[in-house]
């Protein structure tokens, strides 16, 4: 069965990208692309922004505690402050403490306090029991039930002022958002988001709205990269359609706004109408690598000028995807953390009716479908005719790295997860 898929999918295979290769560039490895890319890459600069913009942001400044949490001895449930020598007697209820209304006085012998959950434990009680625990008879109570824990959450037993409660360098989801919250820390000092803009080239291209007559054909990559920018942190200061055309695919690029990495799709193979490395070239760009030893996703361009970087993707979608797992995710991360990705490779299986292709004479990387199942995670190939077929892609949230021998049914592997 396995190798008839591969049969099969061998003509398809062929048809990812076009053999031709330029003599003066060499085919590279994965590894050695984006350690090009990262190498020419510079952490960008720190802004305040306020709480609510900071979600999916980099702490670029440690923020430390500006007061006791809890900030006094607090009640953990609701029920009575007393003096727990007084838990044998009858005990009169003298006031009440409710959270931000506190009993203003030293509690005396024999008398108690009705308490509510983070309300101030009164001076002069050193426990709190429970409601259940008691009977209150008018303004009296008694306990009917003791145990061993006073309910009461000490003053700094969470943080202590001046202790750091998100470090520097931490990617900020909701939870560091809330901690940020507590210690009153409203402007955060973050990571500007990369500025990206997107050229997307070819003559055959409408927009998703517009139904295709002749030749033409919608274009994809546009929502996938705004979609995949969107995800990753990265802001999309601007967007072009250039036809396949230099002059104004260069014109299409100066217009654009300022940013920090330019994004082209299609053009970066070396056909008639392949004009990718022709307009970085004209811009001032220069170029590091044009082919990477990868499948999908060969004929990849990079080059930088001064601090901006350009990369050109194979028009494919497919190719797409995978190349922006494979080489933007880090990037992304790296103008914002400073640290290269620390994405780890994860142990699965290959689901028992899997088939996948052979990696052939370049290294494939395979969108896959990742999922849990009876605690591992099982990977189902994702059945793409070509690299054009972007609706093979849905579902995909893994890229599984195809080793040179044969992959089998249910065998153990490493992958790459792409939430």
């Known amino acids: 069965m396995l190798s008839r898929f ?26 050695d692309a984006l350690q ?10 720190a802004i305040t922004v306020p709480l609510t913009a900071a979600l999916g942001r980099v702490l670029r400044a440690e923020a430390r505690a500006d007061a006791d949490s809890p900030p006094f001895d607090a009640s953990a449930m609701d029920g009575f ?15 009440t403490s409710a959270a931000g209304a506190g009993f203003d006085r030293v509690l005396g012998p024999g008398e108690c306090v009705r308490i509510f959950t983070g309300a101030p434990v009164p001076a002069g009680a050193d426990g709190v029991v429970k409601q259940e625990d008691a009977l209150r008879e008018g303004d009296t109570v008694r306990v009917v039930h003791r145990d061993r824990t006073d309910h009461i959450r000490r003053r700094g037993e969470n943080r202590r002022a001046g202790e750091v409660i998100v470090p520097a360098g931490t990617w900020l989801g909701p939870p560091e958002l809330a901690a ?21 080239t070819g003559n055959e291209l409408v927009g998703p709205d517009q139904t295709p007559v002749g030749a033409q054909i919608r274009d994809s990559n546009s929502t996938l990269v705004s979609a995949l920018l969107a995800q990753h942190g990265a802001e999309q200061a601007g967007h072009a359609h250039a036809r396949d055309d230099l002059a104004g695919a260069r014109t299409a690029v100066e217009a654009l706004p300022a940013h920090d ?25 220069e170029l590091h690598f044009q082919q990477v030893n990868l499948r999908p996703g060969k004929p990849l361009v990079f080059a930088s000028r001064g601090a901006q970087l350009a ?14 797992q494979l080489f933007l995710v880090p990037l992304l991360e790296f103008l914002q953390s400073g640290r290269a990705s620390n994405r780890q490779r994860l142990t699965g299986r290959l689901a028992a009716d899997s088939r996948w292709p052979a990696s052939g004479h370049r290294h494939t990387y ?54």
């Open 36 to 45: 090009a890319i990262l190498g020419r890459a510079s952490p960008l600069e």
């Open 180 to 200: 940020l919250a507590s210690a009153g820390v409203h402007q955060p000092r973050v990571s500007r988001r990369p500025r990206c803009v997107h050229l997307v």
């Open 81 to 95: 402050a007393l003096r727990r020598a007084d838990l044998d007697g009858i005990l009169r209820v003298v006031g």
């Open 311 to 324: 990369v050109a993707l194979p028009g494919n979608p497919v190719s797409h995807w995978v190349v922006f």
């Open 366 to 419: 395979w969108p896959c479908r990742a999922a849990v199942v009876n605690g591992v995670h099982e990977l189902t190939p994702l059945r793409l005719a070509s690299s054009g077929d972007s609706s093979g892609l849905v579902g995909a949230n893994a890229i599984l790295p195809i080793p040179l021998n044969l992959l089998h049914p249910a065998q153990t592997v490493e992958f790459i997860p792409c939430p």
């Open 6 to 31: 591969i049969a099969q999918a061998a003509p398809a295979a062929m048809r990812f990208e076009k053999q031709t290769q330029p003599q003066d560039h060499p085919m590279i490895s994965v590894s």
């Open 261 to 285: 990495v330019l994004l082209i799709s299609g053009g970066a193979s070396v056909g008639d109408h392949d004009f990718a490395r022709p307009v970085l070239d004209a811009l001032g760009y």
